[in-house]
């Protein structure tokens, strides 16, 4: 068609202009796409892969996941951002075999995460085996934090010690796993950084005078994003929260 001999054309010439046409051409655009995701020119396979995202054809999962093992990071970084938005349980097969055998730590932990999003709650048999064969130290913590999504008791106690580090920023990144862990049950957990008054975080830019939150102010984002409790107050705001704020969140989590 000749829309699709365009597409090709707009793709190999890396005139980002193809996007928009491979998402009004959608599954019309297939043939050309999987063709061009083994282009010799790394530079036109990954916006390949933006354009098969664009398209949203019904083998778009299929590509995508095909393309985590291309010899460019580029191009596996942009499939793995198209999976983290569009995977779904019928990907799961597919992805186990890339958390099994993708040569590339950084898929692999990646992977790992969309893997904890999309498998059923308390299906944890095939992520624990990987933890254990997993030597990349982030992909393991990835398979971790996609098991304690999933319910695993063992990955839940691996993040309250790390809640309970020494070093604040790592108890920082924990408070902020919980956001991915996604279970209002969990955020019990969150109680002693409810209390942490550590600062932590500035959120003003660099060049204005520094503005901290604490530890406890960050809890209290990830409570109310996480938590199915309203709270008297917008708890997803950045700021420092005041006491009688966080004692109240502080009974939210029980």
């Known amino acids: ?32 796409l999987e063709k061009l995701a083994t282009n010799p020119d790394a530079e036109v396979r990954e916006l390949d892969m933006k354009a098969i995202n664009a398209a949203g ?25 198209g999976l983290e938005k569009w995977a779904d349980e019928t990907d799961v097969m597919a992805l186990q075999m890339q958390l099994a055998g993708n040569a590339d730590p950084y898929i692999r932990g990646e992977v790992a995460l969309v893997l904890g999003r999309i498998m059923k709650r308390g299906d944890t048999t095939f992520l624990e085996r990987r ?3 997993e030597k990349d130290g982030d992909a393991n913590h990835k398979i ?11 990955a839940r106690a691996i993040q309250r010690k790390k809640l309970a580090s020494g070093d604040p920023e790592v108890r920082l990144e924990a408070v902020r796993e919980y956001e991915y862990i996604n279970d209002p049950a969990a955020l019990v957990d969150l109680k002693p950084a409810l209390g ?23 809890a209290v984002n990830v409570v ?31």
């Open 196 to 218: 942490d008054v550590t600062d932590v975080f500035n959120i003003n830019p660099p060049h204005a005078k520094p503005r901290m939150m604490r530890l406890c102010d960050v």
């Open 224 to 254: 109310a994003k996480v938590g199915k409790v309203k709270l008297s107050f917008d708890g997803t705001e950045r700021k420092r929260f005041e006491a009688e704020q966080i004692a109240e969140v502080v009974r939210v989590v029980g």
């Open 57 to 81: 054809g019904p083998s778009r999962n299929r590509m995508l996941i095909a393309a985590l093992g291309d010899a460019d990071v580029n191009v596996r970084s942009e499939a793995m951002r």
């Open 144 to 154: 971790v934090l996609a098991l304690a999504r999933l319910g695993d008791g063992g």
């Open 1 to 32: 068609m000749m829309n699709a001999q365009v597409l090709e054309q707009k793709i190999v010439a890396k005139d980002r202009s193809a996007i928009a046409l491979a998402g009004e051409l959608g599954a019309n655009a297939e043939g050309v």
């Open 131 to 133: 933890r254990e064969l």
